[in-house]
């Protein structure tokens, strides 16, 4: 599997890929270079309501999910060739977005399927397919420790084998890679360690990655509170004061609030 980091935001990689994966090998080069490209769209506020991007063919669905109980949204870029190519099959692309982001962003501010369709048309790439399956602003991909909320088990259990059924994905290894940004970049990285007979490629974009909390940044230590929601560490976020003196309380995890507020 091919391990690909980037830490520089808003600021474009190259990465030369082993030949033995022919185009697909340069699936994840791409991941790097259009989606470092909206590397600072996932740092901004809360994704609010957007329309398509004017001359895009991004297709934005919904789905029901049986192991979350509700309904979801993703989007999925199909090459320019796929609706004229038969039967023909393509590799894949999951794209993980970031904390406050969704579906859309990754077209509307940071343009990737523009960037896919020049880079085909100029025959540096070859084709395949995209899809951005939107989460839970504070799930970071993974399963929750009391089992309430599988968002890792609905990505590998649920969600990639419903588009993969219904698009004509190649669904071989050597064909599926993963990547994403910020908290995406974190999923990426742990869903495709944990599960490497799916993916043969992965690629993450300023990925939130903390190796002690007790070090963190005073902003990444707003983010306590997940790591005892994910893992039940018993970790809470801690509440701070102002120069002015006023409480400052950590985002909108509830326990955080409650335990601010106390």
């Given amino acids: 599997m091919h391990f690909l980091t980037n830490r520089a935001k808003g600021r474009n990689m190259m ?3 082993r030949q033995q994966l022919h185009n697909f090998g340069r699936v994840v080069f791409v991941a790097l270079l259009l989606f470092g490209s909206a590397t600072l769209t996932a740092q901004r506020g809360p994704a609010n309501a957007e329309t398509p991007r004017p001359g895009s063919r991004v297709q934005y669905k919904t789905y029901t999910s049986a192991l979350l ?6 989007g999925i870029y199909l090459p320019p060739s796929y609706e004229t190519s038969g039967t ?9 977005h970031g904390l406050g982001e969704n579906e859309m962003r990754w077209s509307t501010r940071g343009e990737g399927d523009a960037i896919l369709d020049r880079m ?16 839970s602003r504070d799930g970071f991909y993974s399963n929750a420790r009391n089992g309430g909320a599988p968002w890792e088990d609905q990505l590998v259990k649920e969600f ?10 190649d669904a071989t290894r050597t064909k599926r890679a993963i990547s994403g940004i910020s908290m995406g ?3 990426a990285l ?7 007979e799916m993916f043969s490629s992965v690629s993450a974009h300023s990925a939130a990655l903390v190796p002690d909390f007790n070090t963190a940044l ?4 707003q983010f306590f509170s997940l790591a005892d929601t994910i893992y039940g560490v018993g970790i809470t976020a801690p509440c701070r004061t102002s120069a002015t003196g006023m409480r400052i309380i950590p985002w909108n995890w509830p326990r955080a609030r409650q335990n601010c507020r106390a």
């Fill in 15 to 17: 990465f030369t890929i």
């Fill in 88 to 96: 023909r099959k393509y590799p894949v692309l999951y794209f993980l």
């Fill in 218 to 221: 005073p902003i990444v230590k």
């Fill in 160 to 169: 990639i084998p419903l588009i993969e059924s219904a698009y004509r994905v």
């Fill in 190 to 196: 742990k869903v495709a360690m944990k599960h490497p």
């Fill in 120 to 135: 085909i048309a100029a025959s540096e790439i070859g084709e395949f397919i995209v899809v951005a399956p939107v989460s």
């Fill in 185 to 187: 970049g974190y999923g």
């Fill in 69 to 74: 109980n509700q309904e979801l949204r993703y």
